[in-house]
């Protein structure tokens, strides 16, 4: 199935524990993104990849860190989950990083609950 | 700083039509975007603008003025399928979007 998948769909998460959420994508896009999507909010980037080995820090970086081995996955990990950490988390591919006019591909997001 | 403003909630009745506005502060443009994002579902593209006027597509339609940083979603005969959020998005100087809080749209029978 072409597209971008999330894993886990929901998780309910101890404060303090880290996590890893994954992402994978088969459409051999070059560029990655996640984001978060609070209520009243607009979705934030938390980080990017534009290129397999390379990231970038976006809007609300701290407290999480991705790496990017491949051109396919870009895992987005929480060290020591916080409550301010509770959000849906969606995860986001292009083309390309610049004029791309199609947009972006997102997974289906994966809802994260930090007790 | 860089700002995206659409109206927070709109109510509509099916078979009429509705327009969506948006109006944006960033530092830089590369094109505007427009989502669609159905409840507990992932945004899907709808329609993308980098030049003045308006883009057509089915029911669709979205028009752009970078003069006046303004933008819309123009959706025609509602259907109850449409009731969803609608997301404005604008491509700064640095290629990044900047999202708006979007719009959900109510689509009454």
């Known amino acids: 199935i072409a597209g971008i998948t999330q894993a886990p769909t929901s998780q309910i998460l101890a404060a303090g524990r880290r996590m890893t959420l994954r992402c994978t994508q088969d459409m051999r896009h070059n560029a990655m993104y996640w984001y978060r999507q609070d209520l009243g909010l607009g979705l934030r980037l938390i980080h990017y990849s534009n290129t397999a080995g390379t990231t970038g820090k976006g809007e609300v970086p701290d407290g999480y860190s991705v790496s990017r081995a491949n051109t396919d996955d870009f895992p987005l990990t929480l060290a020591s989950a916080v409550p301010s950490q509770t959000s849906v988390y969606f995860c986001?591919?292009?083309?390309?990083?610049?004029?791309?006019?199609?947009?972006?591909?997102f997974g289906s997001g994966t809802r994260l609950t930090v007790v | 700083g860089q700002n995206i403003d659409q109206p927070t909630e709109m109510t509509a009745t099916e078979g009429a039509i509705v327009q969506i506005n948006c109006t944006y502060q960033t530092s830089g443009f590369n094109g505007l975007f427009w989502y669609q994002q159905h409840a507990g579902e992932a945004p899907t593209f709808l329609s993308y603008n980098v030049l003045d006027g308006l883009e057509e597509k089915g029911r669709f339609s979205s028009f752009l003025s970078r003069s006046k940083g303004y933008s819309y979603l123009l959706l025609k005969e509602l259907q109850m399928k449409d009731s969803a959020s609608y997301l404005c998005a604008v491509r700064d100087s640095n290629y990044q979007l900047i999202w708006g809080a979007g719009t959900k749209l109510i689509i009454k029978p």
């Open positions: 986001a591919s292009s083309e390309a990083g610049d004029a791309a006019p199609y947009g972006y591909t």
